[in-house]
């Protein structure tokens, strides 16, 4: 009998998620450009590794991603998941 779950998880795109940035494809293609909101990166949640170091953990949709790399959009968001 397969384990259950009490707790039910939303799927990445419907999870509660702050707005830090965007992300496109370069005029010339070859590379992916991010701008990032100086306040709301400066407001996002960190975590450090074992090694003292600190990082922002931030995310960006593989769909919509594809979506940019692929012409069919022209920008899509850079998100952290706000903490509960």
């Given at each position: 009998m397969p384990k259950t779950s009490s707790k039910k998880e939303k799927p990445e795109n419907e999870q509660n998620t702050t707005l830090v940035g965007w992300a496109r494809q370069s005029r010339a293609g070859g590379a992916l450009k991010i701008s990032l909101h100086q306040e709301a990166f400066g407001n996002c949640h960190t975590y450090t590794t074992a090694d003292g170091t600190a990082y922002v953990p931030l995310v960006?949709?593989?769909a919509a991603l594809r979506r940019v790399l692929d012409g069919q959009q022209s920008v899509t968001t850079v998100s952290q998941f706000?903490?509960?």
């Open positions: 960006i949709s593989m706000s903490e509960n």
